[in-house]
Every structure is written in structure tokens, then in C-alpha cells.
């Protein structure tokens, strides 16, 4: 079936550099994405979404860009600081539904002060 | 504004016994909610679905039921754990139509371990 996927299940970065974090996703229909944070034991935080009319959007310190002709979502993070190590999830609004999410596998970002 | 709870935060249970966690949400009327399960290391797998009191909708065939007896309580329940039940449960809502577009708010999440 379609689902979404993450070139990097890990990536580790020193504090201060910026960090990317790449998502790809198979289902053309999918229409909304979002990006979470999930630290250890915690649940999952909203950091940015972005619809596919679009094909960037800023947040603070974050980005999030869409390439819809490859199928490609990215979220990078500025200034990387120690508090950004966390599980980092892309997820796809399934076209035809506003109702579910289907997650990626997700990316740990590990920041080495 | 709005925040979700969820407990207990942690459980351990035999195997063979029932099970029951719930999730309610305040600040925010007619939700949808959803509750996942969260393997270790792994990405979220979307359990049921609720889009209004009494309407519940299974995504996976499981061990599992869920049931919404109010707006804003979202219940999982089990007559018998399996050992494949251990994992994260997240309980998460959304605001509803007519917005197209809903990021969903999670909870805490509740840790399992069946033994």
C-alpha cells in the first residue's frame, strides 16, 4: 500500500548547525502534511504543517518544504540546540479524508553540544 | 484553551487480563479523536477513530475495542491482553469540518507492558 517513509532513521548534528530531515511519500493524492516532535516518553508535538498549494513554510527556526513532483517533504531546523533531540515524524493527510494521518517511521535527531 | 489527559501514564498487566485507559479532552467541543499504538522505535499505527459520540470506526483487526460514551471521553478497552498489546497508546483529537485541514493534538500517552 502508500505510505509514507524517511530517507534517514537517524541523523546527528552539532549544536548550532542547522539540521534537514527528509520524508518521502508515495500517495499523489496526499494533500496536507505535518511535521512532529516526539521526545522519549512523551507524545507527539505539533511543529508545522503545510498544504500542497504551497511548497514552503516558515515557523520558528523551522522550515518545512514540499516538492510534490518527486514526493519529497523536508523540515530543517536552524541553530540546532540540544532541546531539538527528539524523534522527528512526517505525516501525510491520505487525500479523501480529513479525518486520518499516516505517520512515517520517524527520524532521531541527536544534538552533540 | 485546549489540553488532552490520558492515564493511567503507565501499566503492567498479565496477560489474560482486561484492560481499560482513557482519554478525555477539555476546551474544545465535538472533537474527532483517535487512538494509536506506538511500537518501540517505531512510527504510529492508528487503532479507531471517532468522529462523534457512539461512532467509532476500527482501522486494524486487534484485540482491542475503543467505545466514546461522552463528547470528550474516548475510552480502549481489552477482555483479554495479548503479549502483542505492549507498546505506547496515544489518544489524539481534531477539530472537525468544515476546516479541510486538522493537525491532530496528541496526549501523553499511556505505557503497557504486558507480562
Known amino acids: 500500500g502508500e505510505s509514507v517513509g524517511l530517507h534517514l532513521p537517524t541523523l546527528s548534528v552539532q549544536e548550532g548547525d542547522n539540521s534537514i530531515i527528509n520524508c518521502a511519500y508515495s500517495?499523489?493524492?496526499?494533500?496536507?502534511f505535518i511535521w512532529y516532535k516526539q521526545e522519549s516518553g512523551k507524545g507527539p508535538q505539533f511543529i508545522i504543517d503545510?498544504?500542497?498549494?504551497?511548497d514552503k513554510r516558515q515557523g520558528q527556526r523551522v522550515t518545512v518544504l514540499l516538492n510534490k513532483t518527486v514526493k519529497h517533504l523536508s523540515l530543517q531546523i536552524a541553530a540546532t540546540q540540544p532541546g531539538d533531540s527528539a524523534v522527528y515524524f512526517c505525516?501525510?493527510?491520505?487525500?479523501?479524508?480529513?479525518?486520518?494521518?499516516?505517520f512515517g517511521k520517524g527520524t532521531l535527531l541527536t544534538v552533540n553540544p | 484553551s485546549q489540553t488532552i489527559h490520558q492515564w493511567p501514564a503507565t501499566l503492567v498487566q498479565p496477560v489474560g487480563s482486561p484492560l481499560s485507559l482513557e482519554c478525555t479532552v477539555e476546551?474544545?467541543?465535538?472533537?474527532?479523536l483517535y487512538w494509536y499504538r506506538q511500537a518501540a522505535g517505531r512510527g504510529l499505527q492508528l487503532l479507531f477513530y471517532?468522529?462523534?459520540?457512539?461512532?467509532i470506526s476500527s482501522e486494524v483487526p486487534q484485540n482491542l475495542s475503543a467505545s466514546r460514551p461522552q463528547d470528550r471521553q474516548f475510552i480502549l478497552s481489552s477482555k483479554k491482553l495479548l503479549l502483542s498489546d505492549s507498546g505506547f497508546y496515544l489518544c489524539?483529537?481534531?477539530?472537525?469540518?468544515?476546516?479541510?485541514?486538522?493537525?491532530?493534538?496528541f496526549g501523553p500517552g499511556t505505557r503497557l507492558t504486558v507480562l
Open positions: 489524539a483529537w481534531s477539530k472537525i469540518a468544515p476546516q479541510l485541514y486538522n493537525e491532530q493534538f
Open positions: 500517495n499523489s493524492a496526499s494533500d496536507y
Open positions: 503545510i498544504r500542497s498549494n504551497m
Open positions: 505525516a501525510e493527510n491520505s487525500g479523501g479524508s480529513n479525518y486520518k494521518l499516516t
Open positions: 476546551g474544545t467541543s465535538n472533537p474527532n
Open positions: 471517532s468522529v462523534g459520540i457512539g461512532q
